[in-house]
T-cell receptor
Framework: DTGVSQDPRHKITKRGQNVTFRCDPI?????LYWYRQTLGQGPEFLTY????????KSRLLSDRFSAERPKGSFSTLEIQRTEQGDSAMYLC???????????????FGSGTRLTVV | AQKITQTQPGMFVQEKEAVTLDCTYD???????LFWYKQPSSGEMIFLIY??????QNATEGRYSLNFQKARKSANLVISASQLGDSAMYFC??????????FGPGTRLSVLP
C-alpha cells in the first residue's frame, strides 16, 4: 500500500494555459474524489468517481474544470484557460465502496499546489 | 445542508500540555460521522479520529480524544501531552454515509517548546 499519489506536487502556470493533474489511488479502492483547498480554508468537494463512472460533478467550479477516470484506476483533473482564482491546492482521495471499519473515511494524497501567474 | 464551524483560527499550547480544538456542526440528518484531520505543511490530510452519530462513548485514539456532545452539536478534539510535531492545521469534518466530506475552515495549532 503506497497510499494515494498525486503528480505534480507543484505547478506554476500562466493565466490562460491549460493544466492537468494526475491522481493514483490506493489500488483496491474503487472510489476516487477530488477536492480543492484555497488558502485558509478547508477542502471543498469537486467531484467523485466510482470505478470509471463519474457519479457527481455538479460541484465542479465551472465548465473549465473536467475530470476523467478512464479505466477506473488513476484519474486526471484538467483546468482549461486557467485564471488566477484557480490558484489552490487540489487534493485527491480514495476509498472503497463499502465503507469498512470505523470512520468510513478515506485516504488523501498530498495534493497538487497550483499557482496561476 | 451540512455545515462545520471552527471558531479558533489559531491556538497556542505549551509542549506536554493538553489543548482543546473546538468544532460545532449543523445537520438535519440523524446518521453521520464526525472526523478530525491534521494537515501539516506538507499538505497531506492525515486522519486522526472518528465519531459516529450513534456512538454513545467518546472516541479515543492514543493522545487524541473527541468530546462529542450531540445535543449541543459539538465535536471538540482534545490532544493530550502536546508534542512539537503536533503543530499543524486541524480540520473538523462531517460526512453523511456514502457522501462527500464537508470541512470546517480549520484551526492552526502551534506547540511551543
Amino acid at each position: 500500500d503506497t497510499g494515494v499519489s498525486q503528480d505534480p506536487r507543484h505547478k506554476i502556470t500562466k493565466r490562460g494555459q491549460n493544466v492537468t493533474f494526475r491522481c493514483d489511488p490506493i489500488s483496491e479502492h474503487n472510489r476516487l474524489y477530488w477536492y480543492r483547498q484555497t488558502l485558509g480554508q478547508g477542502p471543498e468537494f469537486l467531484t467523485y468517481f466510482q470505478n470509471e463512472a463519474q457519479l457527481e460533478k455538479s460541484r465542479l467550479l465551472s465548465d473549465r474544470f473536467s475530470a476523467e477516470r478512464p479505466k477506473g484506476s488513476f484519474s486526471t483533473l484538467e483546468i482549461q484557460r486557467t485564471e488566477q482564482g484557480d490558484s489552490a491546492m487540489y487534493l485527491c482521495a480514495s476509498s472503497h465502496e463499502i465503507d469498512r471499519g470505523r470512520g468510513f473515511g478515506y485516504t488523501f494524497g498530498s495534493g497538487t499546489r497550483l499557482t496561476v501567474v | 445542508a451540512q455545515k462545520i464551524t471552527q471558531t479558533q483560527p489559531g491556538m497556542f499550547v505549551q509542549e506536554k500540555e493538553a489543548v482543546t480544538l473546538d468544532c460545532t456542526y449543523d445537520t438535519s440528518d440523524q446518521s453521520y460521522g464526525l472526523f478530525w484531520y491534521k494537515q501539516p505543511s506538507s499538505g497531506e490530510m492525515i486522519f486522526l479520529i472518528y465519531q459516529g452519530s450513534y456512538d454513545e462513548q467518546n472516541a479515543t485514539e492514543g493522545r487524541y480524544s473527541l468530546n462529542f456532545q450531540k445535543a449541543r452539536k459539538s465535536a471538540n478534539l482534545v490532544i493530550s501531552a502536546s508534542q512539537l510535531g503536533d503543530s499543524a492545521m486541524y480540520f473538523c469534518a462531517m460526512r453523511l454515509y456514502g457522501q462527500n466530506f464537508v470541512f470546517g475552515p480549520g484551526t492552526r495549532l502551534s506547540v511551543l517548546p
